[in-house]
């Protein structure tokens, strides 16, 4: 048997949970090994201690679903990722619970070049929390960033519709399978979203959301991402506030955007900025500068879709970066001293009439995500801006 099919096996075993799942394969090894395992390794496996019902669930070697499973994936175009695969973001793995499999549709980027930030609030979103998602989501579709968030109705769905505005990649984490568009309402958005993103699930094809499905999702959330932002949270029973206690937990940073001190919507994030268990976010542009250390060296991002069977290549052969070319000195005083480095080069490329993203990137050899967001941060800053569609100084 095949360890994807094994590991389908594992994650669709009532009664055991990810957390369970995942504690199986540290003590085993593999899911091959939890298959093998008899009743007795099972009852005696250390640091695993296990009910009789999961017991009596991992005894039973019937692999029809997980066969039905994989064989519909393949059939539907649906990407399985496991826990032991490559594509599996290196973040999600190290928290304390991540899901044995994750099924996939759309363009899976990797997490690991391009990092996620979180962007969720309340389905019963104010214009003005509509409006801050939407610009968030933009901004860091811009600087190259992955906006990842639930595509629940309200902030969430905001979120999404900002970073594919700003033609940024935005990822949608489901408590359903892949295939069933939950809300009904935003079919469109999950249309858009499929064009240049992801729509994920620890959840095989045809599940239908429930209740305690969107707890176990929001830790896939936060799980994905280096920070969360709550936009607006009415309470403590609000799911935003859960993927919050969830990020914090996983140890990733937490910002809340502040509200009227009387705007139901925004009682939990004032909470969580008054206790200090969350940032107060001024601006989008926080979160850029902050983390666009962590965008690395790859040319889009992307990882191929892994072939379900035998695939004979598993991995694309990206494209080195050219190098850099020597970039000639900017006139005495045309860039402010304190300006260095990669920005400067970029700078420089523009004084000289490079006016396009896309000619920076080839000119400069730095990686898109990269010069996306040095070019966000040169138009923060007034450096740059943008005038009939292409980069000029900010001073001219």
Known sequence: MSSRL?????????????????????????????????????????????????VDALCDKNTDEAERIVAQCAKDGIQIITLGDSAYPDRLRAIENPPVVLYVRGKW??????????????????????????????????AGFITVSGMALGNDGAAHRGALRAGGLTVAVLAGGVDVCYPPQHRGLMG?????????????PGTEPRGEHYHARNR??????????????????????????????QGRDVYAVPGALNAPQSAACNELIEK?????????????????????????????????????????????????????????????????????????????????????????????????????????????RREKGRLVMGCQ
């Open 6 to 54: 094994s590991y389908v096996w594992l994650a669709t075993r009532p009664g055991l949970g990810a957390g369970v799942a995942a504690g199986l394969l540290r003590a085993f090894g593999s899911p091959d090994a939890v298959f093998a395992a008899d009743r007795a390794a099972l009852t005696t496996a250390k640091d695993c201690p296990l009910r009789k019902v999961q």
């Open 109 to 142: 980027p990797d997490f690991d070049v391009m990092p996620g930030i979180a962007v969720v609030g309340t389905r019963e979103a104010t214009p003005y929390g509509l409006q801050t998602a939407e610009h968030i989501g933009s901004v860091l579709g811009k």
């Open 192 to 204: 858009d979203i499929l064009l240049s993103g992801a729509i994920v699930s620890e959840y095989p």
């Open 220 to 249: 896939i959330i936060s799980g994905l991402s280096v920070a969360a932002v709550i936009v607006e949270a009415p309470g403590y029973r609000s799911g935003a506030l859960i993927t919050a206690r969830a990020a914090l937990d």
């Open 276 to 384: 200090g268990e969350a940032a107060l976010l001024r601006s989008p542009e926080v979160l850029v500068r902050t983390y666009s250390g962590l965008l690395h060296a790859r040319s889009d991002g992307y990882r191929t879709p892994r072939p379900i069977r035998t695939p004979k290549k598993t991995q694309p052969a990206y494209p080195k970066p050219k190098p850099a070319e020597k970039v000639a000195s900017a006139p005495s005083g045309a860039l402010p001293d304190s300006l260095g480095g990669d920005e400067r080069r970029i700078a420089e490329l523009v004084l000289q009439g490079v006016g396009t993203p896309e000619d920076l990137i080839e000119r400069c050899g730095l990686p898109a995500p990269r010069v996306m967001s040095l070019i966000t941060m040169l138009e923060m800053d007034g450096i740059l």
